[in-house]
């Protein structure tokens, strides 16, 4: 009786090596058993001596495997508490900052992932060994791991980057914080707005100008083919051309390959339509900008924006003596730095030079550099609403502004 007890107990109580023969692991497991090992490989490694490994049981190493690490993304590069007098300068680093981290994000996404690939499949062929004892199972162990030996090979060079990818975080020393508190623009680039005196900036200016205009035939383009007039008549079109083509007996391909070619023509013909904007780009040279005073925003080493300011000599409106008159001819920011401020600081400066030189008006000059219309007025109410909020914004910064001069 008590054989048989003894016998029963252990018929009841399998050993590990028995409970894997029983139950052979799928794929799925060997696979995600892989990927856990290979976590854990730079550990072993660095707690293991060459005669010393942990213990090789089968049921409680995989037990012991925690879930796999994920690949580490750099964190979200943020400024803290923003200056009060500086948001128009915090707002272009964020944009800056934006890029950079799209950028890394893409590199994060392409390189890494295939070194830390290879680097897995390569360390776990070459550097991985378990102890002998207990026999491998054939069903459970992976080809690489059953020549298994008691000592373990100098590591591989491709070790590398699975530690800095897959490490334990644990062994990985802490940076001390600093105490002190940081600026909350440390590392942001200057912001300065000021008038130009070199011929290099100068060509800079123009250059921006001249992007601004030939930006204008993009913004003609969309109020071409999103007009709702146009996209009645295009639907109404291909809607017919259909028709007739399934009337005459074409099928389904030939009917859908002749409506997106007729899509196409209309586009190449709405861009025929607003190419004048690139002429009138390609026509702002050096003698368009004469005598005039150029002022430039500067964003580090990057000129953002400009105005470009005429001065003009006529009669008071008294009557009684000259006066001096400002006109603009060029207002523009690059297109990514818009809409945050960059704008109106130009504006601003502009009139504080013309109350400098004692002008009696400044205003937006009839035929400036964004004035041409080459489409139906239409088509232009979205160029026409942005320069009567320009002139707006213009006269109401001139008439709160009570610096006066003289004209020197």
Not at 192 to 207: C, F, G, H, R
Not at 218 to 235: E, F, G, H, R, T
Not at 339 to 354: I, N, Q, R, S
Request: glycine residues 4%.
């Amino acid at each position: 009786m008590a054989r048989t007890a003894s016998t029963s107990s252990s018929s009841s109580a399998p050993s590990p090596a028995q409970h894997l023969h029983a139950h052979p692991p799928s794929s799925r497991h060997l696979l995600n058993t892989s990927i856990q090992l290979a976590n854990h490989l730079p550990s072993l490694l660095a707690a293991s001596t060459p005669n010393q490994l942990p213990n090789p049981n089968p049921s409680s190493f995989y037990s012991s495997l925690a879930a796999p690490r994920a690949l580490a993304v750099p964190p979200p590069l943020r400024l803290t508490h923003p200056h009060p007098d500086e948001s128009t300068r915090v707002q272009l680093h964020r944009q800056q900052l934006r890029e950079k981290r799209a950028s890394a994000i893409v590199a994060a996404k392409s390189i890494p992932g295939f070194r830390t690939s290879a680097a897995f499949f390569a360390s776990l062929r070459t550097n991985l060994r378990l102890h002998a004892s207990p026999p491998p199972s054939p069903m459970s162990t992976p080809p690489s791991m059953r020549g298994s030996t008691t000592s373990l090979p100098p590591p591989s060079p491709l070790s590398a980057p699975v530690d800095s990818n897959m490490g334990d975080s644990s062994n990985v020393p802490e940076t001390p914080v600093s105490t002190q508190p940081e600026d909350a623009l440390d590392g942001v680039p200057e912001l300065k707005t000021y008038m130009v005196n070199n011929d290099d900036e100068k060509i800079s200016a123009l250059k921006l100008t001249a992007d601004s205009i030939a930006q204008m035939r993009q913004s003609a383009n969309s109020a071409l083919i999103y007009s709702p007039i146009n996209l009645s008549i295009m639907v109404a079109f291909l809607a017919l051309a259909a028709r007739f083509m399934r009337d005459a007996g074409y099928d389904n391909a030939i009917i859908g390959t002749t409506g997106a070619g007729l899509v196409m023509c209309t586009l190449a013909i709405f861009r025929w339509f607003t190419q004048d904007y690139l002429f009138a780009a390609e026509a702002m040279k050096w003698d368009w900008l004469g005598d005039a005073d150029v002022i430039v925003t500067k964003f580090g080493d990057e000129i953002i924006g400009t105005v470009i300011i005429d001065w003009l000599s006529g009669e008071s409106r008294q009557k009684r003596k000259k006066a001096w008159r400002g006109e603009i001819k060029a207002w523009t920011v690059r297109l990514k730095y818009r809409h945050k401020g960059v704008g109106t600081a130009l504006l601003e400066e502009a009139v504080k030079e013309a109350k400098k030189k004692g002008a009696e008006t400044l205003e937006f000059a009839e035929e400036h550099a964004n004035s041409k219309r080459v489409l139906y007025s239409f088509y232009n109410k979205r160029f026409d609403n942005r320069e009567q909020k320009g002139r707006d914004m213009l006269q109401d910064l001139f008439d709160a502004s009570p610096v006066r001069g003289k004209k020197k």
